[in-house]
Nanobody
Framework: QVQFVESGGGLVQPGGSLRLSCVASGFTFSLYAMTWYRQVPGKEREFVAGISSGGDSTNYADSAKGRFTISRDNAKNTMYLQMNSLEPEDTAVYFC????????WGQGTQVTVSS
C-alpha cells in the first residue's frame, strides 16, 4: 500500500542540473521524515539527503552539501531533490523513502551525468 514514484532523472552533462520528484502514497506523508538515497550497481544504497516531516530541518551527505537541496510539499505528498553542479560521480539510481519504516521501495529514477 505504501508507494513511492520517483521521476525527473535523465542524462545531463557535468555541471548541469536536475530536479527529482517523489510522489508518496499509502500513508500520512506529513507525519514522516523523508530521505533521498542513491545506488550504483554493485554498491550499497547510499544516503544523499534527509528532511524532517514539516520540512523545517534538512541534512545532507558530504558529497551533496552545497550542490543539492531537498524540499517537500506536504499538501501534494511530494518531495523534491534539486541537484546542481552535477558530477559524473552523481550517476546512480535515486530512490526516496521514509527515514524510518523503509520496507517499501519504488523503482527509482536514473540519473546519468556524462559528457
Amino acid at each position: 500500500q505504501v508507494q513511492f514514484v520517483e521521476s525527473g532523472g535523465g542524462l545531463v552533462q557535468p555541471g548541469g542540473s536536475l530536479r527529482l520528484s517523489c510522489v508518496a502514497s499509502g500513508f500520512t506523508f506529513s507525519l514522516y521524515a523523508m530521505t533521498w538515497y542513491r545506488q550504483v550497481p554493485g554498491k550499497e544504497r547510499e544516503f544523499v539527503a534527509g528532511i524532517s516531516s514539516g520540512g523545517d530541518s534538512t541534512n545532507y551527505a558530504d558529497s551533496a552539501k552545497g550542490r543539492f537541496t531537498i524540499s517537500r510539499d506536504n499538501a501534494k505528498n511530494t518531495m523534491y531533490l534539486q541537484m546542481n553542479s552535477l558530477e559524473p560521480e552523481d550517476t546512480a539510481v535515486y530512490f526516496c523513502n521514509r527515514r524510518t519504516s523503509y520496507f517499501y521501495w519504488g523503482q527509482g529514477t536514473q540519473v546519468t551525468v556524462s559528457s
